[in-house]
């Protein structure tokens, strides 16, 4: 049997935003950091470091993941959206327009949660927005806000379907 100690590093491709990058990583290292320490890619924030926050949210093959909790080497073959890669999006203006950024620190967490919701329910009910909600916590507002930018991107999206 083999044990690896954690300290070997290898490099390895990564698929970020439509684009490959090289990383060295062990094979204990957390996308977070790796985006974060690597690739300067810092939207994806630390916050509570076990998974309650969802401050650090990405989309990894279309599903939010928390990047704090999902090993780099995980993410190898897929590909991985971070708020950079939403730059000038319609979820990005919904959450300006609807006051939905307070602080903003929990912001890029609740926009990635948003666009995977509105990628994979684009029909979703108040109730399904809850239950996609609830692994994000904000500590500056009452969540209204950031409901109404998720429903209001989720209207744009229902109104450039094409007409049947």
Partial sequence: MIVSNATDKTVKKLLINGQSHDVVIRSADLLLDTLRSQLGLTGAKPGCGNGDCGACAVVVDGKPMHSCLSLTIEAVGKSI?????????????????????????????????????????????????????Q???????????????????LQIKKDQRPAQ
């Fill in 81 to 133: 959206t971070t708020i950079e890669g939403l730059q000038d999006s319609p979820i990005q203006k919904a959450f300006i327009e609807n006051w939905a950024i307070q602080c903003g620190y929990c912001t890029p967490g609740f926009i990635m949660n948003c666009y995977a919701l509105s990628e994979t329910y684009p029909d979703a009910d108040d109730e399904t927005i809850e239950e996609w909600m």
């Fill in 135 to 153: 692994s994000n916590l904000c500590r500056c507002t009452g969540y209204q806000e950031i409901k109404e930018a998720v429903k209001t991107i």
